[in-house]
């Protein structure tokens, strides 16, 4: 896991490697440390969740310091779907630090989703999960390697993940949302950790997003968040033919 590394300098959009898909996004989405009782995970925080082919992606929602938390399938453990009697069924489970992710303890996590789906979102959640470990089992979680190039605003089709994508049936009926056009954003670069699917063995598959205008470099923890009004004023990018 990680801590304020896959959000825009502003805060106000998502960053996923080239060829890293969303599978299922969620509004509303409230996520808690239970055990944090210091820094910027000692309080909930409300915002979006990303259910991508390699991993959970929290963006607050407001003027937080948390940012954002990046949880890689391979981080998380003892991911559990709770139904108690009394009150909203949640999701909880533990994360385990990458190297240079900012973090440097194991957490434990809680997210709740305020609009309904829980059920949907943790059983997509673990089987993703599953898919994922049979790729590539092993036990020490990938380092985190801030992405050494520009990233871009590429059209959706580009980051949204098809209906059976690598044999994986996301529940889209109970998350029919897709994230506002200009809020997601690609690196040049691909994962530096295994998804739900095979690995090529010429590397991870890559998309072109050089054929759109860099956005930025590498920001990927910034202290103060700097003015991004630029890339949301941008006109909009042409469309690049869907293939099936």
């Not at 801030?146 to 059976?164: C, H, I, K, L, V």
Request: net charge neutral.
């Amino acid at each position: 896991m990680s801590l304020n590394t896959a959000n825009t300098p502003d805060g106000r959009g998502v960053l996923i490697y080239n060829g890293e898909m969303i599978l299922l996004y969620s509004k509303g989405v409230n996520i808690s440390f239970p055990s944090e009782k210091c820094g910027p995970m000692k309080k909930s925080c409300e915002g979006f969740l990303y259910l991508t082919s390699h991993r959970v992606i929290f963006i607050s929602g407001g003027n937080t310091d948390l940012k954002s938390f990046s949880m890689p399938f391979h981080c998380m453990n003892d991911v559990k779907l709770e139904q108690p009697v009394l009150g909203a069924n949640y999701l909880r489970g533990h994360a385990v630090p990458q190297p240079g992710g900012n973090l440097s303890c194991d957490v434990t996590w809680k997210i709740h989703f305020n609009k309904g789906g829980c059920i949907d979102f943790g059983r997509a959640l673990l089987k993703a999960a599953d898919m994922a470990h049979s790729f590539r089992p092993y036990d020490a979680p990938p380092v985190y390697q801030p992405p050494q190039s520009d990233f871009y605003a590429p059209p959706p089709e580009y980051y949204m993940a098809p209906n059976g994508y690598n044999g994986f049936q996301a529940p889209t009926h109970a998350f029919p949302d897709q994230p506002p056009q200009g809020s997601v954003f690609v690196y040049d670069q691909p994962p530096p950790y295994s998804g739900i699917g095979p690995t090529p063995e010429n590397g991870m598959t890559r998309r072109n997003v050089r054929e759109y205008a860099p956005i930025g470099g590498n920001h990927p923890t910034p202290s103060a968040p700097p003015s991004y009004e630029a890339s949301y004023n941008a006109p909009p990018l042409p469309s690049k033919p869907h293939v099936e």
